[in-house]
């Protein structure tokens, strides 16, 4: 199928008004999981100068040097175990978004109770299907940078399928590859989208904050196009049938 004969698939473009729109709709809930990341950018332009030069006198003087080797252990093993609370917390959230995206763009203003009981069920399942994506899409561009394009365009909508069909890891990205195939330019326009929001960084200082709003508000247009194209997958199937 070509994009001439699919007119009810939305411009790439046109996909931030509708995904403003749900960010809109449901902006306590968008605010409340992207606080953290809004906070660990805060914190990259929260060191002054006099800062930095107050830690590198700290490190210069011997810094933690003088401490007991047993308190030296304890805080590497509390500062690794705070990391990977992190980690988790982060995969966690992730989960959450993919959630509040998926119930947005199907026109729904979900409670933050749900998206976390959703988030409890999947993020498990999330976080496997994010890494074996990752490492195939690295493999892939080790070996050639095309094999790793097409993982990505392949499994792009797997987070989205794997939630709204409770499907396995394997069966997410088998039904994302296959949802995806006919209409991969319509996938690539959103990737290319959100290319040009992050180049908003360049801008110095405050290039970075537009960027983080503007990907905010333009979220959910993956699963937006996600619901578009499971729509035509299912008139297809019909008109086969």
């Known amino acids: ?21 749900v960010v809109k709709r449901n902006l306590t809930l968008f605010a409340i999981l992207y606080a953290i990341p809004f906070l660990t950018l805060i914190g990259r332009f929260g060191l002054h100068p006099s800062s930095r030069r107050t830690s ?13 080797t047993s308190a030296i252990v304890g805080l590497v093993s509390f500062g690794f175990l705070i990391s990977v609370a992190l980690i988790v917390l982060s995969f966690f959230i992730r989960a959450m978004t993919y959630s509040l995206e998926l119930e947005g763009a199907q026109n729904k203003t979900p409670s933050f109770k749900y998206v976390f009981d959703k988030a409890s069920r999947y993020w498990v399942r999330l976080i496997g ?4 994506v ?34 396995t890891i394997t069966e997410a990205m088998q039904q994302s590859a296959e949802l995806t195939k006919p209409y991969a330019s319509t996938i690539w326009t959103i990737i290319g989208v959100s290319i040009l929001i992050s180049l908003t960084n360049v801008i110095p200082f405050i290039g970075v904050f537009i960027a983080f709003v503007l990907g905010i508000l333009y979220s959910v247009a993956p699963a937006l196009r996600y619901e578009e194209l499971k729509k035509l997958h299912h008139q297809a199937k019909e008109k086969t049938a």
């Open 1 to 21: 199928m070509t994009k001439t004969k699919n007119p009810h698939l939305t411009g790439a473009f046109d996909l931030f008004s509708k995904s403003t729109e």
């Open 56 to 68: 590198d006198r700290f490190s210069a003087s011997g810094g933690i040097a003088g401490l007991p």
């Open 129 to 132: 299907l994010m890494i074996i």
């Open 134 to 167: 990752g490492v195939m899409a690295l493999v892939g561009f080790i070996l050639l940078i095309v094999p790793g394009l097409i993982v990505i365009r392949r499994y792009f909508l797997a987070p989205y399928l794997l939630i709204d069909k409770d499907l």
